[in-house]
């Protein structure tokens, strides 16, 4: 069964840190562009950061340069979204999605509709 499952969401202060894990199984991420998604409640979903396991390349959005990064344990068929400096903001559902051999812009702006696999979210909750 082709799937894709986030994990490591939770409660944390503002300024802390958090690492999200998206875990493929049924098929491998060679040569797939992973995406990392949020939806805040009541605001549409927006990408965070999008990484192409075929090239390398990295794509973040807004306030995620310089905070988060999106590294991938090839061996474990997983790719991580590391937050830090995590804000009030931040507060949302995490999901990751591929799509096979796509730019990262491609996968990380625009409506996200082209996307091969979703996962089902993670909560983030940022809070003092």
């Known amino acids: 069964q082709v799937q894709l499952v986030e994990s490591g969401g939770g409660l944390v202060q503002p300024g802390g840190s958090l690492r999200l894990s998206c875990a493929a199984s049924g098929f491998t991420l060679d040569y797939y562009t992973i995406g990392w998604y949020r939806q805040a409640p009541g605001k549409e979903r927006e990408g965070v950061s999008c990484l192409s396991t075929e090239d390398g390349t990295i794509y973040y959005v807004g306030s995620a340069k310089g905070r988060f990064t999106i590294p991938r344990d090839k061996a474990k068929n997983t790719v991580y979204l590391q937050m830090n400096s995590l804000k009030p903001e931040d507060t949302a559902v995490y999901f990751c999605?591929?799509?096979?051999?796509?730019?990262?812009?491609?996968?990380?702006?625009?409506?996200?509709?082209?996307?091969?696999?979703w996962g089902k979210g993670t909560l983030v909750t940022v809070s003092s």
């Open positions: 999605a591929a799509v096979f051999k796509r730019s990262t812009w491609y996968a990380c702006m625009g409506t996200h509709s082209g996307m091969d696999y």
